[in-house]
Nanobody, 124 residues
Framework: QVQVVESGGGLVQAGGSLRLSCVAS????????AGWFRRAPGKEREFVAA????????QYGDSVKGRFTISRDNAKSTMSLQMNNLRPEDTAVYYC?????????????????WGQGTQVTVSS
């Protein structure tokens, strides 16, 4: 069982930046792909970004491409999401998730371990 905890959310003005972090409880984190998802009030969960076990492959949702960067440090069992040029429509609860399978996936239903979420609010 992998437990994950997010941190780094907060309130920022449009155009600003935030960095989210995710810490996993087990060293086996380094064997798994992981991702970030978000859910805005009244909306469906949305794929944000994913990264393979080694960090060599990353994927992004269309709405964040060019603005967000996902990375990981397996030695520390951590994953990060650098968010730049934030927009009000990025306001959501952001979740870290880990998938106990080899391939990346944009569908959150295929991720097995989830954090409790961290709130990101972008003011206009």
């Amino acid at each position: 069982q992998v437990q994950v905890v997010e941190s780094g959310g907060g309130l920022v003005q449009a155009g600003g930046s935030l960095r989210l972090s995710c810490v996993a409880s087990e060293g086996t984190f380094r064997d798994y792909p992981a991702g970030w998802f978000r859910r805005a009030p009244g909306k469906e969960r949305e794929f944000v970004a994913a990264i393979n076990w080694s960090g060599s492959t990353t994927q992004y949702g269309d709405s964040v491409k060019g603005r967000f960067t996902i990375s990981r440090d397996n030695a520390k069992s951590t994953m990060s999401l650098q968010m730049n040029n934030l927009r009000p429509e990025d306001t959501a609860v952001y979740y870290c998730a880990v998938r106990s399978a080899f391939h990346l996936d944009h569908n959150g239903d295929y991720y097995d371990y989830w954090g409790q979420g961290t709130q990101v609010t972008v003011s206009s």
